[in-house]
T-cell receptor, first 113, second 111 residues
Framework: EAGVAQSPRYKIIEKRQSVAFWCNPI?????LYWYQQILGQGPKLLIQ????????DSQLPKDRFSAERLKGVDSTLKIQPAKLEDSAVYLC???????????FGPGTRLTVT | GQQVMQIPQYQHVQEGEDFTTYCNSS?????IQWYKQRPGGHPVFLIQ?????EVKKQKRLTFQFGEAKKNSSLHITATQTTDVGTYFC???????????FGDGTTLTVKP
């Protein structure tokens, strides 16, 4: 069974530029999560989808971050404009249900200079 | 909002020694999950606990869920160098429904 796919793996941008990350979950997983993980900290939930609907986006900085999962399968997370403090690893995870085990992708390491 | 605290932040052990990490939530949980993240890697699911007082074992790993469903622990017996990594708990609150991760306990093992 293929795991969660993410791209790109690494991205370096200057502040005020925009960036987009892509995630393809495990086939059949209805729940998709985007997390931000800053070095030395645990993953922080940005947004959670159930199929193509948003379950929770209470910690998403909506003035600069957006995410979509239009067809209920793959998803994109965008940052525009980026700030220095957005430097982190962005992890995508999926699960078969709202309370199930989460399976993480390899993440995208973002560096904002 | 819900807070999940883990202690200790770091633990250095000699190979063969035991290791325990503790997870405490500010709210009652519907379930708790444990993950392991190797250096440079991504979190990998280990186990989920649902019932009050539940104890589950995976080889040398023992997971417990507190009676009040507000705390949990992970105990590793006779650590090996392959146990190196950061162990995270993620607690799902009964009302909010979303999981909150702790900041993890980083385990290093000296051979």
């Amino acid at each position: 069974e293929a795991g969660v796919a993410q791209s790109p793996r690494y991205k370096i941008i200057e502040k005020r530029q925009s960036v987009a990350f892509w995630c393809n979950p495990i086939s059949g997983h209805a729940t998709l999560y985007w997390y931000q993980q800053i070095l030395g900290q645990g993953p922080k939930l940005l947004i959670q989808f159930q199929n193509n609907g948003v379950v929770d986006d209470s910690q998403l900085p909506k003035d600069r971050f957006s995410a979509e999962r239009l067809k209920g399968v793959d998803s994109t997370l965008k940052i525009q404009p980026a700030k220095l403090e957005d430097s982190a690893v962005y992890l995508c995870a999926s699960s078969s249900g709202l309370a199930g085990a989460q399976y993480f992708g390899p993440g995208t390491r973002l560096t904002v200079t | 909002g819900q807070q999940v605290m883990q202690i200790p932040q770091y633990q250095h052990v000699q190979e063969g020694e035991d290791f325990t990490t503790y997870c405490n939530s500010s709210t009652t949980l519907s379930n708790i999950q444990w993950y392991k993240q190797r250096p440079g890697g991504h979190p990998v699911f280990l186990i989920q606990l649902v019932k009050s007082g539940e104890v589950k074992k995976q080889k040398r790993l023992t997971f417990q869920f507190g009676e009040a469903k507000k705390n949990s622990s992970l105990h590793i017996t006779a650590t090996q160098t392959t146990d190196v990594g950061t162990y995270f708990c993620a607690g799902r609150s009964t009302n909010a429904g979303k999981s909150t991760f702790g900041d993890g306990t980083t385990l290093t093992v000296k051979p």
